[in-house]
């Protein structure tokens, strides 16, 4: 019960773990994979957008969590997820960057 004046237990819990489990793992492929595609550090960023809004959010607080509980076959089904995810994010983005250049 929330008594006026005192600080509610909920306001003080740590929120700054809880996160989008394939942030991580996008971000990585991009620098691993794409990082030397583009001149324009922007263009990443627009592909962290892009490849992320395509795989729905899996919001934990440890990505140990995560991986414990997944077998190998989910993990490799994450990575290829991720991998195609980041690669249409960089071809819609190649398409607007030539596009901008022929005009």
């Known amino acids: 019960m929330y008594i006026p004046g005192t600080i509610r237990k909920e306001a003080i819990m740590p929120m700054d773990s809880v996160h989008n489990y394939f942030e991580r793992l996008v971000f990585?492929?991009?620098k691993e994979n794409y990082a030397d595609k583009f001149e324009?550090?922007?263009?990443?960023?627009d592909m962290a957008c892009i490849a992320l809004n395509r795989i729905a959010p899996r919001y934990?607080?440890?990505?140990?969590?995560?991986?414990f509980y997944m077998s190998v076959?989910?993990?490799m089904a994450v990575e290829k997820k991720v991998q195609k995810a980041v690669k249409k994010a960089y071809k819609k983005v190649k398409r607007?960057?030539?596009?901008?250049?022929?005009d």
């Open 28 to 30: 990585n492929e991009i």
């Open 40 to 45: 324009d550090n922007n263009a990443l960023a």
């Open 73 to 75: 076959d989910e993990h």
């Open 96 to 102: 607007f960057e030539n596009k901008q250049e022929e």
């Open 60 to 67: 934990i607080r440890y990505d140990i969590d995560m991986s």
